[in-house]
């Protein structure tokens, strides 16, 4: 492959503008557009459900800077992509050409609202942010739909600032990532910190117009001064229509960023890694995947090998007041080997390792560098009882 002239980056965020940063590293001279849809240009967002609920200072520690790129920004959003033609279509009218595109339009916050329904609070962008930190100045009781990592970090900015706080879902806090062993508990740990929880028979739905309250399928009502929506996070694909490019889980990609279309490369929230027969279709919505796809994603727009794995399995979430950091697969199924210390103390090092000799770490409340986990997880363990 000769490497393009121009690349096109369709999302100004953590996945395109570290794709963007790394064409450049890698030797791309030619032109590099940037469209991106938010005025506020690139931030970074785990501190959004963290710092920023706290405190409005962290709101000018978030910028991701495209400083000295050369870079064109285009602020409005793609709104079509002609993949034949090799053009983007921006909303206000421009027609932006490319030799090679790559997709980093992440994911937006999935939303329980009924048509028509108003006040519904969820959790994405800076603005979202700014918006609930400044309802919970005042709020005396919260509702947060899903127990996700999501929900479980603002359940705890509410808990930390004395609201009390009820979170429903029909899995336990984490359980459908981090398993049984340490949902149960984080469960407990969050109950302890003030985190009331209530395990739905099935979804919820909002209710009230503006939205002050949940339904539960078995009858039960709930009403708050606060209900915020953490449900999962849907990819931003509305604007690839008719390029075959994206399904329901986002964009699919193979282990070079490559998509299914000559020339189109995607990175971060927006995609799935395709599957293989061995292994199912995968989606990794997390900070070091988005950094390590938009690596991946730029070398293989410019026709060089890929400078890792397309996917990088390293997660971290803040709940309750204690951090878990995490490495390797997810979900967690099964009891895990305790390396260092206890889980019920709120500070544990332990592994899961599966059959097929692959582990996943988790430090649990303990301070542990990511490299020294990434090194335990690259080390042959026998299997997990
Ligand atoms: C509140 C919050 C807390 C988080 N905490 C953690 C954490 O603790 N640990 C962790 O590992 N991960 C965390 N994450 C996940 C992490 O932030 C994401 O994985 C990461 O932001 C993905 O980056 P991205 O660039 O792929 O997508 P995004 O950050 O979603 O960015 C996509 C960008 O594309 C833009 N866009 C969308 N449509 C268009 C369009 N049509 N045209 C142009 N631009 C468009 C969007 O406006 C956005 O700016 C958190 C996410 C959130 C929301």
């Given at each position: 492959m000769t490497a393009p002239r121009s690349v096109l980056v369709v999302g100004e965020s953590l996945a395109g503008t570290t794709a963007a940063r790394h064409l450049r590293t890698l030797g791309h001279t030619g032109p590099l557009t940037i469209i991106g849809a938010e005025e506020l240009g690139a931030y970074s967002r785990?501190?959004?459900?963290?710092a920023v609920l706290k405190d409005p200072a962290a709101d000018d520690t978030l910028g991701l800077a495209l400083d000295g790129l050369d870079a064109d920004v285009?602020?409005?959003?793609?709104?079509?992509?002609?993949t034949r033609h090799r053009t983007v279509t921006t909303g206000d009218g421009r027609q932006v050409g490319y030799d090679a595109l790559i997709i980093a339009t992440g994911a937006g916050a999935r939303r329980l609202a009924a048509p028509g329904q108003r006040g519904e609070l969820v959790l994405r962008t800076l603005d979202d942010a700014r918006r609930l930190r400044a309802r919970l100045a005042d709020a005396g009781s919260a509702i947060v739909v899903g127990a996700g990592f999501l929900g479980m970090e603002v359940a705890s900015a509410c808990a930390a600032r004395g609201i009390p706080v009820t979170v429903v879902d029909?899995?336990?806090?984490l359980e459908r990532i981090l398993g049984d062993h340490l949902s149960a508990e984080i469960t407990a740990r969050a109950a302890a910190y003030g985190i009331r929880f209530i395990q739905a028979t099935g979804f919820a739905t909002l209710t009230g117009d503006p939205v002050s309250g949940v339904a539960l399928p078995d009858g039960t009502e709930l009403t708050a001064d606060l209900v915020v929506t953490c449900a999962g996070e849907v990819p931003s694909v509305g604007w690839l229509a008719g390029t075959n490019l994206a399904d329901r889980l986002g964009v699919g990609i193979d282990h070079a960023c490559a998509t299914t279309v000559p020339g189109v490369f995607a990175a971060g929230d927006v995609t799935y890694l395709r599957g293989d027969g061995t292994r199912p279709d995968r989606r990794a919505p997390f900070w070091s995947n988005a950094v390590a796809q938009g690596r991946t994603a730029a070398a293989s727009a410019l026709g060089l090998a890929a400078p890792?794995?397309?996917?990088?399995d390293y997660f971290w979430t803040e709940v309750a007041g204690l951090t878990v950091k995490i490495v390797g697969r997810l979900p967690l199924l099964g009891e895990p080997t305790t390396v260092q210390g206890s889980v019920a103390d709120g500070r544990a090092l332990l592994t899961w390792t599966r059959a097929d000799g692959t582990s996943t770490v988790v430090a649990y409340g303990l301070r542990k560098p990511v490299a020294a986990l990434r090194a335990l997880a690259a080390t042959p363990l026998p299997p997990s009882p």
């Open positions: 785990p501190p959004l459900s963290k285009i602020r409005s959003p793609a709104v079509a992509a002609d029909a899995d336990r806090p890792g794995p397309a996917q990088d």
